[in-house]
């Protein structure tokens, strides 16, 4: 619908669809600029003052004379600010005033200003609390998309960086901003991510990057294997952009998301490039080491409990010492359900108790609950190694998705004994294998198809001069 002639019929129309009288927070101020009626609107704590000052300080001196016939004439000898747009579609101005820009309707004219004055509220940009490092940059992604978009130009000073904005949301209109260099990035995938994002038919993303994600994979919601990688980290985002990655970043959120993601890019981190290669290299192998422990180190653990005739006898110190009444796989099971629980509480602990919240669960898990006769030392040994090391791995989803197969193969072990332990590891395997990846990208690239180059660089931490995007 574009705006009418009459002015008067516009502000009444916008009056009535911004419903002015009962949202305190949606401001329209009139005034008389030289011998003609205009009205602003603006959301009230969107609008930097200064500028709105500033701008007022020029269009109250403005005459009679000074209203030219055509409004792209008026806002360029009459508005001094940089960001300004005009727009005649009342759709459009509606969802720019909701935004957080100024707009600006005067009499005469069939064309409205919008002016992109706006801030919103942040915090500051200091590092993630997911992935911090020892060495480099303390920065981070906050919820304000214009930030988040200036730290990747900050790092990238290159005129092939392009970052195309969407909206996304028939309610929400929440921006998406695609960030990937021009001349690296595959043309395909780019359009195809294009076309995917603008097909998308829902109201609001409610859960910024999450209902992204869920609208962008749509099949396989049962796999529990990530498909997006996330980052919270400027310099690792912006590694991924020179590699030839596509970031995209939603308003509201600090996490950006990597596109395309193979199952292999989760299991590196930035520690490993903020060290010599040769420290790097030691840091990942411990890090894949120790994390493949979480899937395996309980099942077959069980499964040695189960057939120790199997093992050489050198392992006979793994056998439990003194059995309860209690199965084994039935405290297993508890104990994977109680770290959970706790993780769970632990977000809702205060910060000033969470020291004793954590006395407390460690007494309850450990001396106490053995001997009330629940749990034998060894589950709570294993588990509590297994939990400790799933934080070796920077991606709570890939944690979460050992976790669930860990439970399965534990479940199979148990009611088909060696059987059900290599069905087990069959089911991962083929899941692994049959995993889409979002774009046109293996999920188990590059083993599968094989790439030696590819494959030693994510075993091996190659020196930055050797292989720099």
């Given at each position: 619908m574009?705006l009418k002639e009459?002015?008067?019929?516009?502000v009444?129309?916008l009056n009535?669809?911004l419903?002015v009288?009962?949202?305190f927070?949606?401001c329209?101020?009139?005034?008389?600029?030289?011998?003609?009626?205009?009205?602003?609107?603006?959301?009230?704590?969107?609008?930097?003052d200064?500028i709105?000052?500033?701008?007022?300080?020029?269009?109250?001196?403005?005459?009679?004379?000074?209203f030219p016939?055509?409004?792209?004439v008026?806002?360029?000898?009459?508005?001094?600010?940089?960001e300004?747009?005009?727009?005649?579609?009342?759709?459009?101005?509606i969802?720019?005033?909701?935004?957080g820009?100024?707009?600006?309707?005067?009499d005469?004219y069939?064309?409205?200003?919008s002016?992109?004055?706006?801030?919103?509220?942040?915090?500051?940009?200091?590092e993630?609390e997911?992935d911090?490092?020892l060495r480099g940059?303390?920065?981070?992604?906050?919820?304000?998309?214009?930030?988040?978009?200036?730290?990747i130009?900050?790092?990238i000073?290159?005129e092939?960086?392009k970052?195309?904005?969407?909206s996304?949301g028939?309610?929400s209109?929440t921006?998406?901003v695609?960030?990937?260099?021009?001349?690296?990035?595959?043309?395909?995938?780019?359009?195809?991510?294009?076309?995917?994002?603008?097909?998308?038919d829902?109201?609001s993303?409610?859960?910024?990057q999450?209902s992204?994600?869920?609208c962008?994979?749509?099949?396989n919601?049962?796999?529990p294997?990530?498909r997006?990688?996330?980052t919270?980290r400027?310099d690792?985002?912006?590694?991924?952009i020179y590699?030839?990655?596509?970031v995209?970043?939603?308003d509201n959120?600090?996490?950006a998301?990597?596109?395309?993601?193979?199952?292999?890019?989760?299991l590196?981190?930035?520690n490993?490039?903020?060290?010599?290669?040769?420290?790097?290299?030691?840091?990942r192998?411990v890090?894949?080491i120790?994390?493949?422990?979480?899937?395996f180190l309980?099942p077959l653990?069980?499964?040695?409990?189960?057939?120790?005739?199997?093992?050489?006898?050198?392992?006979?110190f793994?056998?439990?010492?003194?059995?309860?009444?209690v199965?084994?796989?039935?405290?297993?099971l508890?104990v994977e359900?109680?770290i959970?629980?706790i993780?769970?509480a632990?977000?809702?602990?205060?910060?000033?108790?969470?020291?004793?919240?954590?006395?407390i669960?460690?007494?309850?898990?450990?001396?106490?609950a053995?001997?009330?006769?629940w749990?034998?030392?060894?589950?709570?040994?294993?588990?509590?190694?297994?939990s400790?090391?799933?934080f070796?791995?920077?991606s709570?989803e890939?944690?979460?998705?050992?976790?669930l197969w860990?439970?399965?193969?534990?479940?199979?072990?148990?009611?088909?004994?060696?059987?059900g332990?290599?069905?087990?590891l069959?089911?991962i395997?083929?899941?692994l294998?049959?995993t889409?990846?979002?774009?046109?990208?293996n999920?188990?690239f590059?083993l599968i198809?094989?790439?030696?180059?590819k494959?030693?660089?994510?075993l091996?931490r190659?020196p930055?001069d050797?292989?720099?995007?």
């Amino acid at each position: 619908m574009k705006l009418k002639e009459a002015y008067q019929l516009n502000v009444e129309y916008l009056n009535h669809k911004l419903d002015v009288e009962n949202n305190f927070d949606v401001c329209n101020r009139s005034f008389i600029l030289g011998n003609r009626e205009c009205t602003f609107y603006f959301i009230d704590g969107f609008v930097k003052d200064e500028i709105f000052e500033k701008i007022f300080e020029f269009l109250l001196k403005l005459t009679p004379d000074d209203f030219p016939f055509r409004m792209n004439v008026f806002e360029k000898k009459a508005i001094p600010y940089t960001e300004v747009e005009l727009i005649n579609d009342f759709e459009t101005i509606i969802t720019q005033i909701l935004s957080g820009s100024i707009l600006c309707l005067i009499d005469g004219y069939d064309y409205a200003i919008s002016i992109d004055g706006r801030t919103y509220p942040n915090r500051s940009i200091s590092e993630p609390e997911d992935d911090r490092v020892l060495r480099g940059s303390r920065d981070s992604f906050v919820e304000t998309l214009v930030f988040n978009t200036a730290l990747i130009r900050r790092r990238i000073r290159d005129e092939h960086l392009k970052t195309e904005i969407h909206s996304v949301g028939t309610k929400s209109k929440t921006d998406v901003v695609l960030c990937y260099m021009e001349n690296v990035a595959d043309p395909k995938n780019i359009s195809d991510l294009k076309a995917q994002i603008t097909s998308i038919d829902i109201p609001s993303l409610s859960l910024a990057q999450e209902s992204l994600a869920e609208c962008l994979i749509q099949k396989n919601w049962w796999n529990p294997f990530p498909r997006i990688r996330y980052t919270e980290r400027p310099d690792v985002a912006s590694a991924n952009i020179y590699e030839g990655k596509i970031v995209i970043l939603v308003d509201n959120s600090p996490a950006a998301m990597i596109l395309p993601t193979s199952f292999f890019d989760f299991l590196q981190e930035a520690n490993d490039f903020y060290f010599p290669p040769l420290i790097g290299t030691y840091l990942r192998w411990v890090r894949l080491i120790i994390f493949a422990c979480t899937l395996f180190l309980t099942p077959l653990w069980y499964l040695y409990i189960q057939n120790p005739q199997l093992f050489p006898e050198w392992l006979s110190f793994l056998q439990v010492q003194e059995m309860n009444a209690v199965p084994i796989i039935i405290q297993l099971l508890i104990v994977e359900f109680l770290i959970d629980a706790i993780k769970l509480a632990s977000l809702n602990t205060p910060s000033a108790l969470s020291g004793s919240f954590g006395v407390i669960g460690a007494l309850v898990l450990g001396e106490f609950a053995i001997k009330a006769h629940w749990f034998v030392p060894e589950v709570l040994l294993y588990m509590a190694f297994v939990s400790l090391a799933n934080f070796t791995q920077p991606s709570y989803e890939l944690s979460y998705a050992f976790k669930l197969w860990r439970i399965l193969l534990l479940i199979f072990t148990w009611t088909f004994n060696i059987i059900g332990f290599i069905s087990g590891l069959v089911l991962i395997v083929l899941t692994l294998y049959f995993t889409p990846a979002i774009l046109h990208h293996n999920y188990l690239f590059p083993l599968i198809p094989l790439n030696m180059k590819k494959l030693k660089e994510l075993l091996i931490r190659v020196p930055i001069d050797k292989n720099n995007s």
